[in-house]
């Protein structure tokens, strides 16, 4: 079993930034992000492959957050620059032992999820 730990979330400025940590426990997998804001479902965010070598965004964050890991420290970070409103929500990390990357279900592992507000 997996088990993530989340940190970094909080009241963010627009156009500010914030940097969400995701600590890992157990073996090494592809891991992701996701999003959720009230009354939308879970939206892919970004991922990461296994080695850090590989990482895929969707099209509404590139240019804007980072993914990245650091294999070491079984941690997972996304950099999440120029925010915007639309960028609140309760933001979830998630590791896929299948290797699957932009759906939900392709990930068995999420963390507990922490609240991202961006102010206007």
């Known amino acids: 079993q997996v088990q993530l730990v989340e940190s970094g979330g909080g009241l963010v400025q627009a156009g500010g930034s914030l940097r969400l940590s995701c600590a890992a426990s157990?073996?090494?997998?592809?891991m992701g992000w996701f999003r959720q804001a009230p009354g939308k479902e879970r939206e892919f965010v970004a991922a990461?492959?296994?080695?850090?070598?590989?990482?895929y965004y969707a099209d509404s964050v590139k240019g804007r957050f980072t993914i990245s890991r650091d294999n070491a420290k079984n941690t997972m970070y996304l950099q999440m620059n120029s925010l915007k409103a639309e960028d609140t929500a309760v933001y979830f990390c998630?590791?896929?032992?299948?290797?699957?990357?932009?759906?939900?279900?392709?990930?068995?592992?999420w963390g507990q999820g922490t609240q991202v507000t961006v102010s206007s």
């Open positions: 998630a590791a896929s032992s299948t290797g699957g990357m932009y759906s939900v279900s392709a990930y068995n592992y």
């Open positions: 157990g073996r090494t997998y592809a």
């Open positions: 990461i492959s296994r080695s850090g070598g590989s990482t």
